[in-house]
């Protein structure tokens, strides 16, 4: 699966937008791009996938650069309890599911 | 969305005993289950990868005779630590994939080990 990498750390206030960005440039054609975080001590937990298309559902939207070599996952109205690492992940297609997870952003969200 | 629990939420154990795990789907069928390890401050390190009705398959460097996983029914898959040590001690978290809908990675809320 090909790596992504990640700033460390972000900082929001409460209220505005999160971008979260990732570089992937070694993606290839069937590898998608997810999107985990994980709050303190909890699972992780999923936030949203997709391939070539933007996605967008109820927690963020997903941003794929037309060459898919980086991404950006947008929380549109950062909350305190946003507060987490984020991770964005590449897997490839098929049957192999597995998630290599990297260092991921911590991004905390201010009052 | 789906959900997987796991339990116990922290053991806490001597030194040279063993330590069950237990990692359920409640409300679908996972064909397959992961488990991972994360030390404090560290990103989740996956360790092994079971199949229902399968012996499970382990990453580079993980001892499969300490780390017995097994994955009976497509509800359920436990870690067992066994002759558990004090480097032991880490966040274990399973995670499961719905068979059907498999897209999407489901994880569970994780143990916390604490080996004295």
């Known amino acids: 699966d090909a790596k992504t990498t990640q700033p460390p750390s972000m900082d929001c206030a409460e209220g505005r937008a999160a971008n979260l960005p990732c570089n992937h440039s070694?993606?290839?054609?069937?590898?998608?791009v997810y999107w985990y975080r994980q709050i303190h001590s909890q699972g992780p937990q999923y936030i949203i996938h997709g391939l070539k298309n933007n996605e967008t559902n109820e927690m963020a939207s997903l941003i794929i650069t037309e060459d898919r070599k980086s991404s950006t996952l947008i929380l549109p109205h950062a909350t305190l309890r946003d507060t987490a690492v984020y991770y964005c992940?590449?897997?490839?297609?098929?049957?192999?599911?597995?998630?290599?997870f990297g260092k991921g952003t911590l991004l905390t969200v201010n009052p | 969305g789906a959900v997987v629990s796991q339990h116990p939420s922290w053991v806490i154990c001597k030194s040279g005993t063993s330590v069950k795990i237990e990692c359920r789907s409640l409300d679908f069928q996972a064909t397959t289950m992961f488990w991972y390890r994360q030390f404090p401050k560290q990103s989740l390190m996956l360790m092994a990868t079971s199949n229902e009705g399968s012996k499970a398959t382990y990453e580079q460097g993980v001892e499969k005779d300490k780390f017995l996983i097994n994955h009976a029914s497509l509800t359920l898959s436990t870690l067992t630590v066994t002759s558990a040590h004090p480097e032991d001690s880490s966040f274990y978290i399973c995670?499961?994939?719905?068979?059907?809908?498999?897209?999407?990675?489901?994880f569970g809320s994780g143990t916390q080990l604490s080996v004295l």
């Open positions: 070694t993606i290839s054609g069937n590898e998608y």
């Open positions: 995670s499961a994939r719905p068979g059907a809908i498999g897209e999407k990675l489901f």
């Open positions: 992940i590449v897997r490839s297609g098929g049957s192999n599911y597995k998630l290599t």
